[in-house]
């Protein structure tokens, strides 16, 4: 999985240049990428979902491996397809 921190921090560098004139020396800031930071406050915002997704599901996991009959069950299905989700896998049609 990608380092979203470092990816995050590529997205939001600022580069520089300098031109020096005959009296003046100009230093000129840039983003290599305009829309960087708003990318970057998206993955960040994202990642952060995920992790709170991913929270929950495995609260989901636990409720449904101590408690026992139908609820179990339908706690099982919830679990499948909240990680099928989570991973962009197929739950294979359990549901």
């Given at each position: 999985?990608?380092?979203?921190?470092?990816?995050?921090?590529?997205?939001?560098?600022?580069?520089?240049?300098?031109?020096?004139?005959?009296?003046?020396?100009?230093?000129?800031?840039?983003?290599?990428?305009?829309?960087?930071?708003?990318?970057?406050d998206?993955?960040?915002?994202?990642?952060?979902?995920?992790?709170?997704?991913?929270?929950?599901?495995?609260?989901?996991q636990?409720?449904?491996?101590?408690?026992?009959?139908?609820?179990?069950?339908?706690?099982?299905?919830?679990?499948?397809?909240?990680?099928?989700?989570?991973?962009?896998?197929?739950?294979?049609?359990?549901?």
């Amino acid at each position: 999985m990608t380092d979203i921190a470092g990816l995050c921090e590529r997205l939001r560098a600022v580069e520089s240049s300098r031109k020096f004139g005959v009296t003046t020396a100009v230093t000129t800031n840039w983003h290599r990428n305009p829309e960087g930071p708003k990318a970057a406050d998206t993955l960040e915002r994202q990642a952060a979902e995920i992790e709170r997704l991913r929270g929950a599901l495995r609260n989901i996991q636990i409720e449904a491996e101590r408690e026992e009959g139908r609820w179990v069950h339908l706690k099982r299905v919830i679990a499948i397809n909240a990680r099928a989700a989570l991973t962009g896998e197929d739950a294979g049609g359990k549901g």
